[in-house]
């Protein structure tokens, strides 16, 4: 059956080398980083889509929407599948719609727009605009492979977000287009308030193909490591920066002891026993900065120029979540949360968790600017796990004491807690997937009976 559809898109494409069969890259571009919970683990292994199509344009996409939406076959954009929750892991097999050849950036705008295809990687594109004087607003750690596609399907944010943001906050996605999955696929144009219908709904609702991103302008940043004796002075210094207006930031990261010991490759930063904060930060200020560190009892342990990405150490490499990338080196039983802590009650907060949980969560804070403005203590903190249940009373417990949790080990939309409480992205997804084929099972709160009284006028 499965190979009648392959034909089928074969001779759409008119081209057999772009609709793959062969079960291990069918398998291998079915899974993103799920594994990092071992919740999702169980859920998710063994999921694999039946076969994978690679669009080369929107026209393409056009049609093997059509043809899919005509014969029921569900469809997962994937972008470079570096995802944490298994998004892009198809539940339902179908085709697994591979965007990375989509990989144009089509302009730079003079007034620091890029515009570009889903498959463009972020790393790629921040080369790229550095050249014309800008940079990304902020992008995940993943930044090297990661595609601009799957960062607005899935993503939220990273390095960068200290000084403007999540992707979701000021206008950074100025306008996106998607091609619907309706009887006749539609290419539609989001702007503004509208891009937040598609943004961060997993694919969903919608195959991104066309993004305009907004930029800043390019700053000259050096990297620098500073170590404290406690995580109390590290993480009130890291506050002091991050919050601290005069300071030109781009990333200001603290880790307790003993995550710094997880870095293998920059363990001679890593005193014994110490906390660490990672910073980006302007050159012109880097001295300054090294000041301020000492006065306030720190150690720089690492100070050095950032050339891009090839940068060697790359201190970004440790952030946001890799972090947890290099804890699963070391013992594959951690995992971890992701936090939002209250700026006035952060301390008594940290204190709360390690008083009821111990060494079972390790502090790692990321700073970040919220959507009005404010610079506050984010975290995705290691979990040493043992059982779902205590993973679950630790979440309840965040929650209790007013820590926010965009919980990673759920499989859906609504339960990562970036769902939009106005169900934007549900009412689009019934206009542009009334028959529930984009991604399906991510979306929990989609029926198709509901898609079909809202009057979208679908026949099955
Ligand atoms: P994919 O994993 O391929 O896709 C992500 C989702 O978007 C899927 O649901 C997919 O179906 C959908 N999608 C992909 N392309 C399209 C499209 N064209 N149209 C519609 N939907 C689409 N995330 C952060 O936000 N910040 C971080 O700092 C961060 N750090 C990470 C560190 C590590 C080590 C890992 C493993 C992950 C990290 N992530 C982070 C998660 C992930 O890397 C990013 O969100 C990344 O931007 C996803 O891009 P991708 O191309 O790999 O997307």
């Given at each position: 059956?499965?190979?009648?559809?392959?034909?089928?898109?074969?001779?759409?494409?008119?081209?057999?080398?772009?609709?793959?069969?062969?079960?291990?890259?069918?398998?291998?571009?079915?899974?993103?980083?799920?594994?990092?919970?071992?919740?999702?683990?169980?859920?998710?292994?063994?999921?694999?889509?039946?076969?994978?199509?690679?669009?080369?344009?929107?026209?393409?996409?056009?049609?093997?929407?059509?043809?899919?939406?005509?014969?029921?076959?569900?469809?997962?954009?994937?972008?470079?599948?570096?995802?944490?929750?298994?998004?892009?892991?198809?539940?339902?097999?179908?085709?697994?719609?591979?965007?990375?050849?989509?990989?144009?950036?089509?302009?730079?705008?003079?007034?620091?727009?890029?515009?570009?295809?889903?498959?463009?990687?972020?790393?790629?594109?921040?080369?790229?605009?550095?050249?014309?004087?800008?940079?990304?607003?902020?992008?995940?750690?993943?930044?090297?492979?990661?595609?601009?596609?799957?960062?607005?399907?899935?993503?939220?944010?990273?390095?960068?977000?200290?000084?403007?943001?999540?992707?979701?906050?000021?206008?950074?996605?100025?306008?996106?287009?998607?091609?619907?999955?309706?009887?006749?696929?539609?290419?539609?144009?989001?702007?503004?308030?509208?891009?937040?219908?598609?943004l961060h709904a997993w694919g969903t609702n919608g195959v991104i193909t066309r993004i305009w991103l907004a930029l800043t302008p390019a700053v000259e940043w050096s990297q620098c490591v500073v170590a404290f004796d406690g995580f109390d002075a590290a993480f009130?210094?890291?506050?002091?920066?991050?919050?601290?207006?005069?300071?030109?930031?781009?990333?200001?990261?603290?880790?307790?002891?003993?995550?710094?010991?997880?870095?293998?490759?920059?363990?001679?930063?890593?005193?014994?026993?110490?906390?660490?904060?990672?910073?980006?930060?302007?050159?012109?200020?880097?001295a300054a900065l090294e000041t301020a560190a000492r006065e306030a009892g720190g150690v720089v342990t690492y100070s050095g120029p950032y050339g891009g990405l090839r940068t060697l150490p790359l201190l970004s490499d440790y952030t946001w979540n890799h972090t947890?990338?290099?804890?699963?080196?070391?013992?594959?039983?951690?995992?971890?949360?992701?936090?939002?802590?209250?700026?006035?009650?952060?301390?008594?907060?940290?204190?709360?968790?390690?008083?009821?949980?111990?060494?079972?969560?390790?502090?790692?804070?990321?700073?970040?600017?919220?959507?009005?403005?404010?610079?506050?203590?984010?975290?995705?903190?290691?979990?040493?796990?043992?059982?779902?249940?205590?993973?679950?009373?630790?979440?309840?417990?965040?929650?209790?004491?007013?820590?926010?949790?965009?919980?990673?080990?759920?499989?859906?939309?609504?339960?990562?807690?970036?769902?939009?409480?106005?169900?934007?992205?549900?009412?689009?997804?019934?206009?542009?997937?009334?028959?529930?084929?984009?991604?399906?099972?991510?979306?929990?709160?989609?029926?198709?009976?509901?898609?079909?009284?809202?009057?979208?006028?679908?026949?099955?």
């Amino acid at each position: 059956m499965s190979l009648d559809h392959a034909s089928a898109l074969i001779s759409l494409l008119g081209d057999e080398s772009r609709v793959l069969t062969h079960p291990q890259l069918v398998e291998r571009l079915s899974r993103d980083f799920y594994w990092y919970s071992p919740v999702l683990r169980k859920q998710l292994d063994g999921k694999v889509g039946d076969f994978v199509v690679q669009p080369l344009s929107t026209p393409e996409i056009r049609s093997v929407l059509r043809y899919c939406q005509q014969n029921n076959l569900p469809v997962t954009a994937r972008g470079a599948g570096t995802g944490n929750y298994g998004q892009a892991v198809p539940l339902q097999g179908g085709v697994v719609l591979d965007l990375a050849r989509m990989d144009q950036i089509e302009a730079i705008q003079p007034d620091g727009v890029a515009v570009c295809q889903p498959g463009v990687r972020l790393g790629v594109l921040e080369t790229e605009v550095r050249r014309s004087g800008w940079e990304l607003r902020c992008y995940p750690s993943t930044i090297v492979k990661a595609s601009v596609g799957g960062f607005l399907g899935g993503g939220s944010g990273g390095i960068g977000s200290v000084a403007h943001g999540g992707l979701r906050d000021f206008n950074t996605v100025r306008a996106l287009e998607v091609v619907t999955m309706e009887a006749e696929p539609q290419v539609v144009r989001h702007e503004g308030e509208a891009v937040h219908e598609i943004l961060h709904a997993w694919g969903t609702n919608g195959v991104i193909t066309r993004i305009w991103l907004a930029l800043t302008p390019a700053v000259e940043w050096s990297q620098c490591v500073v170590a404290f004796d406690g995580f109390d002075a590290a993480f009130d210094f890291s506050e002091h920066i991050a919050t601290g207006t005069s300071w030109t930031k781009r990333l200001v990261t603290a880790f307790e002891w003993p995550i710094p010991s997880f870095f293998a490759p920059v363990r001679q930063y890593a005193p014994q026993g110490k906390s660490l904060i990672f910073f980006l930060i302007a050159s012109e200020q880097i001295a300054a900065l090294e000041t301020a560190a000492r006065e306030a009892g720190g150690v720089v342990t690492y100070s050095g120029p950032y050339g891009g990405l090839r940068t060697l150490p790359l201190l970004s490499d440790y952030t946001w979540n890799h972090t947890t990338l290099w804890a699963l080196k070391t013992d594959p039983a951690y995992t971890y949360l992701q936090c939002g802590f209250d700026p006035e009650r952060v301390r008594a907060q940290m204190m709360q968790l390690r008083e009821r949980f111990g060494q079972e969560i390790l502090f790692h804070m990321e700073f970040m600017k919220n959507s009005e403005g404010r610079v506050i203590p984010g975290a995705i903190p290691l979990v040493y796990y043992t059982t779902e249940a205590r993973l679950n009373e630790m979440i309840d417990f965040c929650r209790e004491i007013g820590v926010f949790v965009a919980n990673p080990h759920v499989n859906n939309v609504e339960g990562g807690g970036r769902y939009r409480a106005d169900n934007v992205q549900l009412l689009a997804k019934m206009r542009y997937d009334p028959k529930g084929l984009l991604n399906p099972g991510k979306m929990i709160t989609f029926h198709v009976e509901e898609a079909e009284t809202a009057g979208t006028g679908i026949t099955r």
